[in-house]
């Protein structure tokens, strides 16, 4: 498979691929505000919006990063079900100070979890699919362990970050917004980011050319545990609750959040700003299929298995329309 | 002689059965439990479905790479035939034939998209297990589901029971262990003495040299994921009958423990390398380890972590040897000037 | 005419708007060995996918052993005798040495099952042909790149091959290896059998072929036997230029020069006991063939490779090389072997590529990091060593071998580094960027710099180092400086 990647054009500031899914995403904002204008656009439902793509939104951001490292992160949504329980398990304590020792440890465990993904990838070499499909189960297994098997619930203790709202902004959201903002500049204009795209391109070039690609490898990793943790934290604050096996099927809508943000899968190419976009649009999609009753939610997956497959073939052509420009 | 014996100790499938033996060992000197007729049955009963997922796993790995689709187009093939079979009153051999040909339909897309676009295969099948679970859940609706009047007579069949004296357990082999041993007969065949079955394992060593030596890729690729759509649409049927009931929310997930038995069994995922024999033996493994915990004296509880353990451990092994035979200065240095 | 296995005439192929052969010739007679040469992108592939009825032509006429073919396809012309040999020799590296031995002829009489007792018929035949002892059991993947070499070979000959096409084949060969593929190239021409052989290397050319022809730019440049052709007519056919000498390396001693690189027993995995001085100003060599060690020297000397027993001394200091970025910060660059894979990220953009090595140099507080800096070191390496390009924002994919092996030397040269390693720096490169490299190396030694250049190409190393150290084995073989640094004593001594 051919990697290109989308080239940058000196005079517009955002990626082809990235203004592409922001014309969707007008578009779709336009639809919307036509056909089902009264119960659709108001305050509470845009909020609703903003809240309810947090969780998958900072995970996806996360696999982002290891795709664009040249691997994959399965583990996610297990690493955040960890973090959540690890916080829940410290509130239920009850001692002073807990809550924040609680996100603090959820933090950690994210961290922890990551760094361990990063080890088996670069100095164990195990293929990142396999590595991280075995620490999936690993975590998994620890949340059993550590729960009981059962539910974790708290009380409320950390409510306010999901019900905060900030000039009308659910704090969730803010928080999304401000982790793409970090990321994209953390990707897009450090050596770090460079790095990592050269070693998702090429593992032995980027060897040769003194890039120290385990470092790099496990900070990505890291950095995904990170969002995962986040992620633990506010579906605890959001649900009061947290278990092991929550949230099996955000794995899979991660990764096509990834991708149809524009991130290769191969590595080395795409940008974090089209996950932003593309989480929007999704559950802006989602949103407005919830007004209509008679289509159920599950159909969701139908359309987003779809979706997938589409844009895929439509970047496809869309880069080959401009190959043949450039000659 | 000598190098015969050389060849086989080389070989990943001998290591893992080691692995099984001793492991098998250790759980008969915890338990006493191990070696009984019963437990052993058991251990083959839960091998049946995972043993049939692992042939879709491995065509996939051996020609292109991860199919992780294979779970749901069971799910959705079974749904169909179950509903087609409970409508009309169809007997075994339609609601199979209607649960094949609709898994070698939704195979299509994979190999469509696959094969005319040329994406990266895991990321095909996610979006087709998606298109299929929207189908199942979304179109349908569908619940848990009564078998077809003949399947389930014919799912009560057992051909084998066994008895344990002393713990007075009892266990039963069903009829679908048939159909998984045809099926592992029929691929056995097909891999190792058709061309076209050794096409496959060609095109995955080397496309180029495939496609130079007059192998048409593109429809051995296509027809590779037909066929699994297929397989895993037996497969669908055999766990339904297993249950004696259709289940839909049964089938997710199931995909990654299959790829991890079939990698463990020797299976390389940059293609061209895998055995049938080491998808049993890694079936088997981590089949084994999943049930017998309980006799080992582990609680249920641990089960994730020892197979997250056992995967990662089995697959930092196999990476390491995998860099050692790739290792250039380990190669030239045999090579003098 | 019957006595010509092969005769095209006029051959046309164009792939999109570029014309890659504008009217082509070229005709082989029987039983001889016919060399085809040519730089990189004159249409020698092409060619060849022609004649073995891959690509069908634009254009002109195909004749196979006095047979018209109007619509060449890939079994018309294996019926017809005709075999390529790729340089990637088309094996499946999966499958044992039988299989690959008989499944192409299996595929072909279109059989449907396998019948492992044939198999083992073909292929014990194959390798009999040419007296080839091999574990027909083995895998592939396991053997060394000149069986691999035969493997293809031995079954090519199934096919009453008439015509053998050979694309490069001695690139990856141990000079022991090349004597033997050179000795049952010989067997095969006593048999009748014609074979075209493809180089770009001139002592093999001379050694081996009957008669020669030169493309350049998709057309016939000239076409003779080789006993008309000498080394300054086959560089002016194929460049169309005349190339002043490089610059006369000045016959002087570097001994009293200051010690910038210098090894007491080194040993690592692939060779040991490697001692040897690089002064400031010297272009050392370091020549040895496949297997030699020379490789792994380099990669032990910018730390890619960590030696297991002695030590590598700095302007006179002892260093430990961790890492590459270590090596870098003392001041070694290394130009590795394989350009593809080791040197250059193929997608990413040219300046990305040159500025890599310089990203914590060009990155601000807080790791930050602004692409116009790194667009401004690009452009001005780009400017400096001469890489044809006028957007260095496009893929590094888009230039030629030269000049992309350009790109790597600008990105080592970006480190301002004290000891420049190359290793092979103008393997797969054009006369006209290998010309442009030497120049640039003497340039560089002549301001001080401390050259190391490992090398299997004995021309290169003579015309180029002041020095050479022999390594045979992963040992020390022998030292020739000065006068005695020359063709013959490089081929004596390294054969």
Redesign the interface.
Same mark, same amino acid.
């Given at each position: 498979?051919?990697?290109?990647?989308g080239?940058?054009k000196k005079t517009l500031p955002f990626d082809e691929n990235v203004r592409r899914l922001m014309i969707i995403l007008v578009v779709l904002l336009i639809v919307t505000g036509v056909t089902k204008s009264a119960s659709f656009v108001n305050l509470s439902n845009f909020q609703s919006i903003g809240k309810q793509l947090t969780e998958y939104g900072l995970m996806s951001l996360g696999m982002g990063i290891c795709m664009i490292s040249g691997g994959?992160d399965?583990s996610t949504v297990y690493v955040a079900n960890l973090s959540g329980i690890c916080a829940g398990l410290i509130f239920q304590m009850n001692l002073p100070g807990n809550v924040a020792v609680g996100c603090l440890a959820a933090l950690c465990v994210g961290l922890l979890c990551g760094a361990f993904n990063g080890v088996?990838i670069s100095y164990?070499?195990?293929?990142p699919?396999?590595?991280t499909?075995?620490?999936?189960?690993? =975590?998994? &297994? +620890?949340s059993?362990?550590l729960s009981?098997?059962s539910t974790v619930s708290t009380q409320g203790q950390i409510e306010l970050l999901s019900s905060l709202t900030l000039l009308n902004i659910p704090l969730p959201f803010l928080i999304f917004i401000i982790c793409t903002v970090a990321l994209v500049c953390l990707m897009g204009?450090?050596?770090?980011?460079?790095?990592t795209?050269?070693a998702g391109?090429?593992e032995?070039?980027?060897? =040769?050319? &003194? +890039?120290?690609v385990n470092t790099t490898v496990i900070k990505c990793y890291m950095l995904s545990g990170l969002l995962a943790g986040i992620a633990g934290l506010i579906s605890l604050s959001r649900l009061n609750s947290a278990k092991a096996d929550f949230g099996?099927?955000y794995t899979?809508q991660t990764?096509?959040v990834a991708?149809l943000g524009g991130i290769n899968?191969?590595g080395?190419?795409g940008r974090l700003s089209g996950i932003a976009f593309a989480v929007v649009i999704l559950q802006l999609l989602s949103s407005y299929l919830n007004q209509f009753p008679t289509?159920?939610?599950?159909?969701?997956?139908?359309?987003?298995?779809?979706a997938?497959?589409l844009v895929?073939?439509f970047n496809?052509k869309i880069s080959q329309k401009s190959g043949k420009k450039k000659? | 002689m000598d190098k015969k014996i050389k060849k086989v100790v080389k070989q990943t499938e001998f290591y893992i059965l080691c692995i099984i033996i001793v492991f098998a060992v250790i759980i008969q000197i915890r338990s006493g439990q191990f070696f009984t007729s019963n437990n052993l049955m058991d251990l083959v009963r839960s091998m049946i479905v995972p043993g049939i997922y692992a042939l879709c796993a491995l065509l996939s790995f051996v020609s292109t790479g991860a199919d992780v689709s294979f779970p749901l187009i069971a799910a959705l093939s079974a749904y169909i035939a179950v509903l087609a079979g409970n409508t009309w009153s169809l007997g075994v051999v339609p609601v199979f034939l209607i649960a094949v040909i609709t898994g070698c339909l939704i195979g299509c897309i994979n190999g469509f998209f696959i094969v005319r676009y040329r994406f990266n295969s895991l990321i095909v099948t996610l979006g087709t297990s998606s298109i299929c679970s929207g189908i199942l859940f979304g179109a349908f609706e569908a619940g848990r589901t009564e078998l077809p009047e003949k399947l389930y007579a014919l799912s009560k069949v057992n051909i084998a029971t066994v008895k344990n004296e002393s713990s007075g357990l009892g266990s039963a082999l069903p009829g679908t262990f048939i159909i998984m041993i045809v099926l592992y007969a029929a691929a056995y065949f097909i891999l190792n003495y058709t061309m076209v079955g050794r096409s496959v394992y060609a095109l995955g060593g080397d496309e180029i040299s495939a496609e130079r030596a007059g192998i048409n890729v593109k429809k051995v690729r296509f027809g590779v994921y037909v066929v699994n759509g297929g397989i895993a649409a037996i497969a669908g049927l055999c766990y339904a009958m297993m249950s004696y009931f259709y289940m839909p929310n049964e089938y997710a997930g199931a995909e990654m423990l299959v790829i991890a038995a079939v990698i463990l069994g020797g299976t390389r995922m940059s293609g061209g390398i895998g055995t049938l024999k080491g998808c049993l033996l890694g079936t088997f493994l981590l089949t084994m380890v999943s049930n017998s915990l309980i006799l080992f004296g582990i609680s249920v509880y641990w089960e994730k972590v020892v197979v997250g353990a056992i995967i990662i451990i089995g697959t930092a092994i196999s990476a390491m040897q995998a860099q050692r035979a790739s290792n250039p200065f380990a190669v030239r240095r045999k090579k003098e000037a | 005419m019957k006595e010509n296995v092969l005769c095209v005439k006029g051959i046309k192929k164009s792939f999109g708007g570029v014309h890659a052969l504008k009217g082509v010739d070229l005709t082989i007679k029987k039983g001889e060995i016919h060399c085809l040469a040519g730089e990189n992108g004159c249409g020698k592939s092409t060619i060849i996918k022609v004649i073995s009825g891959f690509y069908k032509p634009d254009g002109g006429t195909i004749e196979i052993d006095g047979k018209e073919y109007a619509n060449l396809n890939t079994a018309e012309a294996i019926s017809a005798g005709i075999q390529v040999i790729y340089q990637d020799f088309s094996i499946f590296p999966n499958l044992t040495v039988m299989e690959n031995l008989a499944f192409n002829q299996v595929l072909a009489e279109k059989k449907k099952f396998v019948n492992k007792k044939e198999y083992r018929k073909i292929a014990e035949e194959a390798v009999r042909k040419i007296n080839f002892n091999v574990d027909l059991d083995a895998r592939v993947e396991s053997l060394s790149v000149a069986d691999k070499q035969l493997i293809a070979i031995s079954r090519a000959l199934l096919h009453n091959a008439k015509l053998i096409i050979m694309d490069e084949p001695t690139t990856a060969l141990t000079s022991k290896e090349v004597k033997r593929l050179f000795a049952i190239i010989n067997e095969l021409k006593k048999e009748g059998i014609t074979i075209l052989f493809v180089s770009h290397k001139l002592d093999e050319v001379f050694e081996i072929s009957d008669s020669i022809t030169i493309l350049r730019s998709g057309e016939n440049v000239h076409s003779c036997p080789i006993q008309e052709m000498n080394e300054e007519k086959f560089t002016y056919y194929m460049t169309g230029r005349n190339f002043d000498a490089v610059p006369e390396k000045e016959k002087i001693s570097f001994e009293e020069r200051k010690s910038m690189l210098k090894t007491e027993n080194l040993s690592a995995p692939g060779f040991e006991n490697i001692s040897f001085d690089l002064h400031e100003g010297e272009v050392l060599g370091i020549v040895g063939q496949l297997g030699s060690g020379r490789t792994e020297l380099s990669l032990a000397l910018s730390g890619m490779l960590k030696p297991f027993a002695g030590s590598i001394f700095l302007e006179g200091k002892e260093v430990r090389l961790n890492s590459v970025s270590e090596a870098q910060k003392c001041g070694i660059a290394l130009v590795p072997e394989d350009r593809l894979t080791e040197g250059l990220f193929l997608p990413q953009p040219i300046y990305k590529n040159i500025s890599v090595t310089c990203l914590d140099a060009l990155a601000k507080m807080a790791g930050v990091l602004k692409e116009d800096d790194e667009k401004t070191l690009s452009q001005s390496w780009v400017d400096d060593i001469g890489v044809a390009t006028k957007d260095h924002t496009l893929p590094v994919s888009t230039l030629s071998g030269g000049n992309q092996q350009k790109v790597v030397l600008a990105r080592c040269l970006a480190t301002k580094p004290k000891v420049l390693i190359l290793n092979g720096p103008t393997v797969g490169v054009d006369i006209g960027a290998k010309y442009d490299i030497h120049k640039l190396l003497r340039g560089l030694a002549k301001n001080g710099m401390a050259v190391l250049v490992v090398s299997d190409d004995v021309a290169e190393v003579s015309a180029l180092c002041d020095r050479a150290i022999i390594m045979k084995a992963g040992k020390f073989a022998g030292e020739l400086k000065g006068e005695e640094l020359n063709n013959e004593n490089l081929y004596k001594v390294t054969a």
């Open positions: 498979m051919d990697k290109t990647i080239q940058k994959i399965l088996l164990f070499h195990i293929p699919m396999l590595a499909l075995g620490s999936y189960e690993l =975590f998994m &297994g +620890i059993v362990v009981g098997g204009k450090t050596k770090f980011g460079t790095r795209y050269l391109t090429s032995k070039a980027a060897r =040769f050319a &003194g +890039i120290h099996t099927s899979m990764i096509l991708v899968p191969n080395g190419a289509i159920s939610n599950y159909y969701r997956d139908l359309i987003w298995g779809a997938l497959l895929l073939v496809v000659d | - | -």
